[in-house]
């Protein structure tokens, strides 16, 4: 094991400026229709006069991009109170299909990713109770500018088909990576069914498909919020009546129903059905293998793009087979053959393509391979095929598949999964411990791939230190690393501030608020390396009776008090010691909450015992699945407090009255 001496790379986390707001920008639109649809004697002026549509086509000209998905939503909510005949409804029936479609094209949430204030973050329910972005998702854990734009998307294609205005395949695909956003199953096939109704079936391409494929199955980070627990197999979801010993079932059923015994928000559920995890939706193996068929019977081109769509689809049901079959064998002629009882991986073979083949394995493939295997455990199988290929193929791995193995290798290495795993068969190729995570993490940094690693990628490895309870090295590492990179973003919060001061900006800009959002997850990170280091060192004896405890906490406390929580918990050979500090404020209160438990369905076993007794099953109609009794609970909950926020022009330092806002500005960065 050996730590990485190099800083944080904070190039992919990097802000976008005014002079480029997205990471993808459409062309510029000097000969586009958009710019003959737009009136020039509109361009000057604050936009007051302006109807819904035209702000929305003059902030699209100028790619004022925080103001474009707005002025969308405000746009379809005057369509969807408006009657046929009214005049926006003809304003919708003259706009060009190619302005329209220029139109979807700037609200699509994966080719503008800037307009999630907090895409690439993976927010989680701790998070939630402690800072503002518990604003920024509902409480399905899923983002709110994400819903709202769903919502919008399904009202604006409702209003085009009553104009009869045609929409072009690419519209379609659009709409379909819209609801994948969103996390909405149900929204994708209405959308990939409606290009079929509205006469479109023969126009849809390969593209098509494998965006279907993508948003329907969640295999696109943005589609399940970042979140890979979201969408990883659990080993309960590989119960087989005939493998599986009653009593192991019935530990792995214990566990599955602890697991949202008590939570509050349903998080990763179904809206329409909250009883169910989203999961148990896409990872049925017989639709996943009904939609491969589908889709080769239309006769459709199956080039690399959508071979790497299924083959991850294919382990979302964890169905080994057709991915080692139908996927690495026929479409690359790649096999690997995995030894069940030491878990030793050999991988070989590799088909030449010639150059240009639309089949031809890319950087895509690659991360392809990760996404698949280690959503199912399988990080060594992943591991030994990822370096393969890029041998084989002479493709560089992206610093994307190298943290996204990481990322999976701590997902594996975690509760439940690991515990889940264990029970349910033990096998060496399945078990994933802090030491994969450690061992990827060498491999990634040294030679000869010395990628450069981010603060997403620290934030694994010093957690993945901590489990493994080399304390000193991920002290080491948050040190010169981590806080580091917190006061980098610290400074350039900092100076942006200032600029917008002497600008006189009037509003919070954009890009301040992102930055601040940036700020307070990384930390809410470090912060949570800090108590899981105390916890951790607390359980251990050797910790508590040397002077780590005793020594190294107190003077960590002292150096990083900002970081941790306000009263601190540690065990020491002594006792248990609490330290209170008064002059550090918690962004958040405890209130006391009576609720009742979210209903949750029991297991197949019960639905068997059910059927024996005579009573009606699954397929007969009336039949309702069994739930488990709802409780009601009393319990301590935590919500963050408002940030404070500053409004209007700076006041003059000598002004005596402008003491206030001077006093709520420095709350407000300090928050």
């Given at each position: 094991m050996?730590?990485s001496?190099?800083s944080i790379?904070?190039?992919?986390?990097?802000l976008p400026t005014?002079?480029s707001?997205?990471r993808t920008?459409?062309?510029l639109?000097?000969?586009?229709s958009?710019?003959?649809w737009?009136p020039?004697s509109?361009?000057?002026?604050?936009?007051?006069?302006?109807?819904?549509?035209d702000?929305?086509?003059?902030?699209?000209?100028?790619?004022?991009?925080?103001r474009?998905?707005?002025?969308f939503v405000e746009?379809?909510?005057?369509?969807?109170?408006s009657?046929?005949?009214?005049?926006v409804?003809?304003?919708?029936?003259e706009?060009p299909v190619?302005?329209?479609?220029?139109?979807?094209?700037?609200?699509?949430?994966?080719?503008?990713?800037?307009q999630?204030?907090?895409?690439?973050?993976?927010?989680?329910?701790?998070?939630?109770?402690?800072?503002?972005?518990?604003?920024l998702?509902?409480?399905?854990?899923?983002?709110v500018?994400?819903?709202?734009?769903?919502?919008?998307a399904?009202?604006?294609?409702?209003?085009?088909?009553?104009?009869?205005?045609?929409?072009l395949?690419?519209?379609?695909?659009?709409f379909?990576?819209?609801?994948g956003a969103a996390?909405d199953?149900?929204?994708?096939?209405?959308?990939?069914g409606?290009?079929?109704?509205?006469?479109m079936a023969?126009?849809?391409?390969?593209a098509t498909?494998?965006?279907?494929t993508k948003?329907?199955f969640l295999?696109d980070?943005?589609y399940?919020?970042?979140?890979?627990?979201?969408?990883?197999?659990?080993?309960?979801?590989l119960y087989?009546r005939h493998?599986?010993?009653?009593p192991?079932?019935?530990?792995?059923?214990?566990?599955?129903?602890?697991m949202g015994a008590?939570l509050?928000e349903?998080?990763?559920?179904?809206r329409?059905?909250?009883?169910?995890?989203l999961?148990?939706?896409?990872?049925?193996k017989?639709r996943i293998?009904?939609?491969w068929?589908?889709?080769?019977a239309?006769g459709?081109l199956v080039?690399e793009?959508y071979k790497?769509?299924?083959?991850m689809a294919f382990?979302?049901?964890?169905?080994v087979?057709?991915?080692r079959?139908?996927i690495?064998?026929?479409?690359?002629r790649?096999?690997?053959?995995?030894?069940?009882?030491t878990?030793?991986i050999?991988?070989?073979?590799?088909?030449y393509?010639?150059?240009?083949n639309p089949?031809?394995?890319?950087e895509?493939?690659l991360?392809?391979?990760?996404?698949?295997?280690?959503?199912?455990?399988?990080?060594?199988?992943?591991?030994?095929?990822?370096?393969w290929?890029?041998y084989k193929?002479?493709?560089?791995?992206?610093?994307?598949?190298?943290?996204?193995?990481?990322?999976w290798?701590?997902v594996s290495?975690?509760?439940?999964?690991?515990?889940?795993?264990r029970?349910?068969s033990?096998?060496?190729g399945?078990?994933?411990?802090?030491k994969d995570?450690?061992?990827v993490?060498?491999?990634?940094t040294q030679e000869p791939?010395?990628?450069?690693?981010?603060?997403e990628?620290?934030?694994?490895?010093i957690?993945?230190?901590?489990?493994?309870?080399?304390?000193?090295?991920?002290i080491d590492?948050?040190r010169?690393?981590?806080?580091?990179?917190?006061?980098?973003l610290?400074?350039?919060?900092?100076?942006?501030?200032?600029d917008?001061?002497?600008?006189?900006?009037?509003?919070h800009?954009?890009?301040?608020?992102q930055?601040?959002?940036?700020?307070?997850?990384?930390?809410w990170?470090i912060r949570?390396?800090?108590?899981?280091?105390?916890?951790g060192a607390s359980?251990?004896?050797?910790?508590?009776?040397?002077?780590f405890?005793?020594?190294?906490?107190?003077?960590?406390?002292a150096?990083f008090g900002?970081?941790?929580?306000r009263?601190?918990?540690y065990?020491?050979?002594?006792?248990r010691?609490?330290?209170?500090?008064?002059?550090?404020?918690e962004?958040?209160?405890?209130?006391?909450?009576r609720?009742?438990t979210l209903?949750?369905p029991?297991?197949?076993?019960?639905?068997?015992?059910?059927?024996a007794a005579?009573?009606?099953?699954?397929h007969?109609?009336?039949f309702?699945?069994?739930?488990?009794?709802?409780l009601n609970?009393?319990?301590?909950?935590?919500?963050?407090?408002?940030?404070?926020?500053?409004?209007?022009l700076?006041?003059?330092?000598?002004?005596?009255?402008?003491?206030e806002?001077?006093?709520?500005l420095?709350?407000?960065?300090?928050?």
């Open positions: 050996s730590s001496s190099s790379d904070s190039s992919s986390d990097a005014s002079s707001p997205t920008l459409p062309p639109l000097q000969d586009s958009l710019v003959s737009f020039d509109t361009i000057a002026g604050d936009g007051a006069d302006l109807s819904p549509l702000r929305l086509l003059r902030a699209i000209q100028f790619r004022d991009v925080p474009i998905l707005p002025y746009w379809v909510k005057i369509l969807g109170e009657k046929p005949f009214d005049s409804f003809d304003e919708l029936g706009l190619e302005t329209f479609s220029e139109i979807l094209r700037w609200v699509d949430p994966i080719a503008n990713p800037s999630d204030i907090a895409y690439d973050l993976n927010i989680t329910r701790g998070q939630t109770q402690h800072n503002e972005t518990a604003k998702v509902d409480r399905f854990g899923v983002r500018s994400n819903r709202l734009l769903l919502e919008s399904q009202i604006l294609l409702s209003a085009r088909r009553r104009t009869g205005r045609k929409l395949i690419q519209d379609y695909e659009i379909i990576r819209i609801a996390s199953s149900n929204a994708v096939l209405y959308f990939f409606a290009s079929a109704s509205d006469g023969e126009s849809r391409t390969t498909w494998t965006e279907f948003a329907h295999l980070p943005a399940y919020q970042f979140d890979r627990s979201r969408v990883a197999v659990l080993a309960r979801q087989n493998s599986t010993p009653t192991r079932f019935n530990r792995l059923e214990r566990m599955r129903h602890s008590l509050r349903p998080f990763n559920r179904n329409r059905r909250v009883a169910q995890d999961r148990m939706s896409i990872r049925n017989r293998r009904i939609h068929d589908r889709a080769k239309y459709l080039n793009e790497c769509a299924s083959m382990a979302r049901g964890s169905s087979i057709p991915i079959g139908n690495l064998w026929r479409g690359f790649l096999r690997y053959k995995e030894d069940r009882k878990g030793q050999n991988v070989w073979g590799g088909k393509f010639r150059p240009g089949r031809e394995p890319t895509r493939f991360y392809a391979i990760v996404e698949t295997f280690g959503s199912m455990s399988r990080i060594r199988a992943g591991l030994k095929l990822l370096v290929s890029s193929w002479d493709i560089p791995i992206p610093h994307k598949a190298w943290s996204n193995m990481l990322q290798a701590y290495a975690s509760k439940p999964f690991r515990t889940m795993r029970l349910h033990g096998e060496p399945f078990m994933v411990s802090s995570i450690l061992e993490w060498n491999i990634m791939f010395n990628i450069q690693p981010t603060f990628d620290y934030n694994v490895f957690k993945a230190l901590i489990f493994h309870r080399s304390y000193g090295t991920a590492v948050i010169n690393e981590a806080v580091p990179y917190y006061r980098r610290e400074e350039e919060y900092r100076n942006l501030v200032e917008e001061i002497l600008r006189e900006v009037t509003e800009t954009y890009q301040r608020k930055i601040e959002l940036k700020k307070e997850y990384v930390r990170s949570n390396w800090f108590v899981a280091l105390l916890d359980s251990s004896k050797m910790a508590r009776e040397k002077t405890m005793s020594v190294q906490i107190p003077d960590l406390i150096e900002e970081f941790f929580p009263a601190v918990q065990r020491t050979a002594q006792g010691m609490i330290i209170t500090r008064p002059e550090f404020e962004n958040s209160y405890v209130f006391l909450q609720s009742l209903p949750q029991l297991g197949g076993k019960a639905v068997e015992s059910k059927v005579g009573q009606p099953g699954p007969d109609p009336g309702e699945w069994p739930q488990a009794r709802q609970v009393q319990r301590f909950v935590r919500k963050p407090l408002a940030r404070p926020r500053t409004s209007g700076a006041p003059s330092l000598n002004d005596a009255s402008g003491h806002w001077w006093a709520t420095y709350q407000e960065m300090k928050y």
